[in-house]
């Protein structure tokens, strides 16, 4: 795979979700099909529940890491709310891979906020083509609630121009034999979504 132009992947969402390691099989994937990859994480606040985001950026040759305000190809937010927060690294272009799922931060939970009610209408009105995805009902369905992540991996790879066996090569290598069956059936499930959402583009690639 070669490509001149540099893709920008945004994951976002809150601790404990598994988004470091989502970003690390994606990076890995786009390496082994011959890209130039940086990558980098802020989850200081992983352990306590906070916001957690990753930066991936890809291409022939990456010489920078971080993803500019306004340039995010592609965002992956694995909680619904989290989806706005990042609001400043979208573009008119970017494509929203939303997690229906809701994880009330503290202040909502103590009663000093409110969870707003129309995150994906808000993300609509502004022009984003926005996949909904109820990655926590998908990894229930396969038996393994901490799949969130791999459901969330499998919708974004319909964004890329990857062999899903390439992806499955990453899953072997870096999730438990014991495991790995499950996790390929939530990456399955996750790229059927995004199939579905998208009739016009099933048997194909969409690119990003």
Do not use: W
């Given at each position: ?9 945004l ?5 404990g979700q ?8 994606t990076s ?10 940086k990558?980098?994480e802020?989850?200081?606040?992983a352990?306590r ?6 930066h991936?950026?890809?291409?022939e ?8 305000p306004?340039?995010?190809?592609i965002?992956?937010s694995?909680?619904l709310l989290?989806?706005?927060r990042?609001l400043?690294?979208?573009k008119?272009?970017?494509?929203v891979?939303?997690?229906t799922?809701?994880?009330?931060p503290?202040?909502?939970?103590t ?7 129309d995150?994906l209408e808000?993300?609509?009105s502004m ?6 995805v109820?990655?926590?009902d ?10 969130v992540?791999?459901v969330?991996?499998g919708a ?6 990857l062999d ?11 999730v438990p034999?014991?495991?790995r069956?499950?996790n390929?059936?939530?990456f399955?499930?996750?790229k ?11 048997g194909?690639?969409v690119?990003?």
């Amino acid at each position: 795979m070669t490509m001149k132009k540099t893709g920008n992947i945004l994951l976002c969402g809150v601790g404990g979700q598994g988004i470091i390691l989502a970003g690390e099989i994606t990076s890995s994937a786009l390496i082994k099909a011959g890209l130039d990859v940086k990558k980098s994480e802020v989850h200081g606040m992983a352990q306590r529940g906070g916001s957690v985001v990753a930066h991936l950026r890809y291409g022939e040759k990456v010489y920078s890491p971080l993803i500019e305000p306004g340039s995010a190809d592609i965002a992956v937010s694995f909680e619904l709310l989290e989806a706005l927060r990042y609001l400043p690294y979208y573009k008119k272009s970017t494509k929203v891979i939303v997690n229906t799922q809701k994880i009330l931060p503290a202040p909502v939970s103590t009663g000093a906020d409110t969870y707003p009610t129309d995150v994906l209408e808000q993300l609509k009105s502004m022009g984003l083509e926005v996949f909904p995805v109820d990655a926590f009902d998908i990894a229930k369905s396969v038996g393994e609630t901490r799949a969130v992540n791999m459901v969330l991996v499998g919708a974004l790879s319909l964004f890329l121009d990857l062999d899903e066996k390439i992806f499955f090569e990453v899953i072997d290598e870096r999730v438990p034999e014991k495991v790995r069956k499950v996790n390929r059936e939530a990456f399955l499930k996750g790229k059927e979504i995004i199939q579905a959402l998208r009739p016009a583009k099933k048997g194909g690639k969409v690119q990003s």
